[in-house]
Structure formats: structure tokens, C-alpha cells
């Protein structure tokens, strides 16, 4: 099936691991994104990546860090990790155009939770 | 931050048309108004988007008044499974803000 796809599906880790959380697309998508949804359910932009660039770089902490092996793939490395870092994470995918915003596709998220 | 000003709950009779309201009084003249919703915990969904003219498509009809600074995102039909939180959004760019939502309950 065409979609965005995440894994894993949940994580739970200790305080002070590194983990890793993988995304691909494959609907041909030259943008994708990372977001951060807490428990208060507010979600926010974390990351995003065009042709291997970083394009928006929210005020993450430096811990997280996206890779983008190819236009398909954002995986998300998260170092040190802390008990704040709780939450959904969920990776999207969009085209982009200079002069129009394109609808973003999402994953089903992945459900960190440190302890 | 978000540009959009939604109701932070509604409640609509199953079958009947639900209406979801959205100011955007701060719009500019090139950015976008998005709506996506997130049924329970999964991913947001897209649903519609719209620049000035109304739109529709197989999930939804969006309204958008003539100044721009308000939208309607109009499900003809509610059913149960349209019981999600719907994010109206404005937007040029690939920065997408989501605010609060609206969380819409569909009762039978």
C-alpha cells in the first residue's frame, strides 16, 4: 500500500539510551517531516527535510538529530534520552512547490515513552 | 503559533451535516486554509484545502467568506467515525502550525 509508514510502533527505553525511530514513504514525496505530540496533545513541527536539506529547524534540543539516507527515509536519532522526551512522534510527507503548500501525509506515529 | 481560532468542542447528531467554524482574520493573501483531522491517536488525515473559492471534495465541502477571514468545513453526513479533533490551519509554506482543534463528537 501506498502511505507513510513508521517503526516502530512503540518504544519504551530508559533514561540516558540512544534510540532510533525509522520512516519511510512511498508516495514518491520529496519533503518529509518529523512532529512531536505531548501529552497535552499539541502537535509541533520538528523537522524537516527537501532533497537532503534541512529546510525547518524548530528549537529541539540538540540531542535529536534527523537522517535522511534518501528522498524516502527520515529516520529520527535521539541521544541522551530524558523523561520529557515522552511522546507521539510522527512522520509526514509532502511535495514541495515554491509557491504553494502541499497537503501533508501522515504516519501512525510512534509512542515513546522513557523511564 | 497558530493564526486560527477554532471552538474548542461541538457536538453533532449522526446523519445530520456538521458544521466546524475557523477564523483566520489575520490571513494573508497567499497562504492556504488546511483542514486535517486525528481520529483517537492516530496520524492527522487531510481532509480539504482551499485558497478563495469553495471547495469539495469526497470527505468534505469547505466554505471560505469572501474577505478570507473565516472558513466552515462542512461534512454533509456525519457518522460515528467521523468523531475526531479537526485542525483548521493557515499556511504558505511547508511550516505547518496546528492549534487546539476542534474536538467533534458525533452522537448516534
Known amino acids: 500500500d501506498t502511505a507513510v509508514s513508521q517503526t516502530p510502533k512503540y518504544l519504551v527505553t530508559q533514561m540516558g539510551n540512544d534510540k532510533s525511530i525509522k520512516c519511510e514513504q512511498n508516495?514518491?514525496?520529496?519533503?518529509m517531516y518529523w512532529y512531536k505530540q505531548d501529552s497535552k496533545k499539541f502537535l509541533k513541527i520538528m523537522f524537516s527535510?527537501?532533497?537532503?536539506?534541512?529546510?525547518i529547524n524548530e528549537t529541539v534540543p540538540n540531542r535529536f538529530s534527523p537522517k535522511s539516507p534518501d528522498k524516502a527515509h527520515l529516520n529520527l536519532h535521539i541521544n541522551s534520552l530524558e523523561l520529557g522526551d515522552s511522546a507521539v512522534y510522527f512522520c509526514?510527507?509532502?511535495?514541495?512547490?515554491?509557491?504553494?503548500?502541499?497537503?501533508?501525509?501522515f504516519g501512525p506515529g510512534t509512542r515513546l515513552t522513557v523511564t | 503559533d497558530a493564526k486560527t481560532t477554532q471552538p474548542t468542542s461541538m457536538d453533532c447528531a449522526e446523519g445530520r451535516a456538521a458544521n466546524l467554524p475557523c477564523n483566520h482574520s489575520t490571513i494573508s493573501g497567499n497562504e492556504y486554509v488546511y483542514w486535517y483531522r486525528q481520529i483517537h491517536s492516530q496520524g492527522p488525515q487531510y481532509i480539504i484545502h482551499g485558497l478563495k473559492n469553495n471547495e469539495t471534495n469526497e470527505m468534505a465541502s469547505l466554505i471560505i467568506t469572501e474577505d478570507r477571514k473565516s472558513s466552515t468545513l462542512i461534512l454533509p453526513h456525519a457518522t460515528l467515525r467521523d468523531t475526531a479533533v479537526y485542525y483548521c490551519i493557515v499556511r504558505v509554506d511547508n511550516d505547518m502550525r496546528f492549534g487546539a482543534g476542534t474536538r467533534l463528537t458525533v452522537k448516534p
Open positions: 509526514a510527507s509532502s511535495y514541495t512547490q515554491w509557491d504553494r503548500a502541499y497537503e501533508q501525509y
Open positions: 508516495l514518491g514525496h520529496d519533503t
Open positions: 527535510y527537501n532533497n537532503k536539506e534541512l529546510i
